[in-house]
């Protein structure tokens, strides 16, 4: 048996294994924040799958939104949510040039609880425009946007897609409802949409799509799927499988790898350990393995996902803890064929990138940040991670600024400092150590909470983060603040023996970037 002390030798691959897209990384903002409605707050309670509590609408035009916000594109920005289902559209125009294929009822008197006027319509889109983003929305699939037999209805959808393709918004896609297979516990058993139902809801809806807005796709059906149980009220077999999606149109779904405690329905509690077992991380893989393999080829997006179900855990979704599961979430999804990963959120409750008061970033932005910043779009084959153990995990994709470099994430999910051996591709295991042909390192980045792994404070290299190295990344008093762009960083790394791989020191619960020349 290997001593628990040994290194981890990193053997690379230089073969490419998929492509994703520059926005891979994309972000939510919630419906409910949107709108002011029942969004998770202080209070612990929870009623129809929301809290308890309303919240104030979010301020589109805060300076420290949009300066952060910016730093993250280019990503497609998700407006969803629970409360989506629940929205109505006043948007007036007068200029409809089609005719809807059911009743469009007035939003004033179909029930709804909450009603989106134009004014807020163009608040959205000016965001958007502003930091460089594309939206994606949740139009209403809810009670009341359905007849008495349980039909979609597309009046209330018709008037917003009709009028955001005539103004040219950039609205690169509509996704119909939000979590539908989880209709029987938000608006009670009798509000259940089977999956026959919501297959030819969603025919109706890819049609409507494509005759108002060709330029956009559609997307659906938002499946809520859990860690242990699945797919409840399954909805995604029977749609892939139906004809009713177009080649064009995008199968969605929802993830959240545990629950917090804010919520009484769980497969899997939040705690500060839970997702720090290799095969708790790993099921993510085996959902995103079955939904690609039901998609017959059709792009998949991962439309929501956050640290805990619920709002986030205090204490763990706001911490340097969440950025382990983030990122490597974020490799092993790219490895799967998910073509966005869309994170839970940009800003609002315990797992928002950016604190809901002060606008602020927690330590999930700043993963967040040199994701976008370091790993490119060329996914390469997965490194073999050799070691005593599993707690080490390995990412691999082309170089954001060159992509005749490569970019290596690693996380170390131990409670000990890790030394680590990058090994050049070619390298064999039998070969030995001294022997095989180092990986050079061009770029560390080495992340790690400076008061342990639920540390809202991070250290990059030693140094505290602080807001420059979003605002001022290029800026060279930044680089060098940050020990970038070559040398050693204090800590950090250390020379392995002649000749042989160039050893990284890697603090417990941390995570590292690699730039190899």
Not at 95 to 104: D, G, I, L, R
Not at 107 to 125: D, N, T, Y
Not at 297 to 319: I, K, N, Q
Not at 329 to 346: H, M, P, S, T
């Amino acid at each position: 048996m290997k001593r628990s002390d040994e290194p981890y030798e990193i053997f690379l691959s230089d073969t490419p294994a998929a492509t994703i897209p520059w926005d891979y990384l994309s972000l939510t903002i919630d419906s409910s924040l949107v709108v002011g409605g029942h969004w998770w707050s202080d209070a612990h309670g929870l009623s129809r799958g929301v809290a308890t509590e309303t919240v104030p609408s979010l301020d589109f035009r805060n300076l420290r939104l949009l300066a952060f916000a910016a730093q993250l594109a280019p990503a497609m920005l998700r407006v969803g949510g629970t409360e989506a289902d629940r929205i109505g559209y006043r948007i007036k125009t007068g200029h409809s040039t089609e005719k809807c294929e059911e009743p469009a009822v007035a939003p004033e008197s179909a029930g709804h609880e909450f009603v989106m006027k134009k004014r807020l319509w163009k608040e959205i889109i000016g965001f958007v425009r502003a930091v460089d983003y594309k939206l994606l929305f949740v139009v209403s699939a809810g009670p009341a946007d359905r007849d008495a037999e349980g039909r979609w209805l597309a009046g209330n959808a018709h008037r917003l897609i009709e009028y955001s393709a005539r103004k040219g918004f950039p609205v690169r896609a509509w996704e119909l409802g939000n979590e539908v297979n989880g209709y029987p516990f938000v608006h009670g058993f009798r509000n259940r949409v089977s999956a026959r139902r919501y297959t030819e809801d969603f025919r109706l809806f890819s049609n409507l799509v494509l005759s108002l807005h060709p330029g956009a796709r559609a997307v659906g059906p938002a499946s809520s799927v859990w860690p242990l149980f699945g797919e409840p009220n399954p909805i995604i077999p029977t749609l892939a499988r139906s004809g009713a999606m177009l080649p064009t149109d995008v199968l969605s779904w929802h993830y959240y790898p545990q629950q917090s405690r804010r919520g009484r329905i769980a497969d899997r509690r939040a705690s500060a350990l839970t997702l720090m077992r290799p095969s708790r991380l790993d099921s993510a893989r085996i959902r995103a393995r079955r939904i690609v393999r039901a998609a017959g080829g059709r792009e998949v997006w991962m439309t929501e996902t956050g640290h805990a179900l619920y709002g986030g855990e205090p204490g763990l979704s706001d911490t340097h803890c969440s950025s382990l599961w983030w990122l490597d979430q974020l490799g092993l999804l790219a490895q799967e064929g998910i073509q966005r990963v869309f994170r839970q959120a940009l800003i609002g409750s315990d797992y928002g990138l950016l604190d809901q008061d002060s606008f602020l970033p927690r330590p999930d932005y700043y993963a967040s940040l040199l994701w976008k910043r370091l790993m490119g779009t060329t996914v390469i084959a997965a490194p073999r991670v050799a070691g005593p153990d599993r707690l080490v995990r390995a990412y691999l994709h082309s170089f954001a600024e060159d992509p005749r470099k490569s970019c290596l994430l690693l996380i170390n999910l131990r409670g000990r400092p890790t030394r680590i051996w990058p090994v050049a591709p070619g390298a064999t295991p039998p070969q030995p150590a001294a022997a095989r042909p180092s990986a050079r390192i061009a770029e560390r980045y080495v992340i790690q909470g400076m008061d342990g792994l639920c540390s809202d404070r991070i250290a990059l290299n030693g140094v505290e983060v602080g807001e420059d190295l979003a605002l001022e990344w290029g800026k060279k008093r930044t680089r060098r603040k940050y020990g970038l762009g070559g040398g050693r960083p204090a800590g950090g790394a250390a020379a392995g023996g002649a000749g042989g791989p160039e050893a990284l020191e890697m603090p417990p619960y941390s995570y590292a970037f690699l730039v190899l020349a």
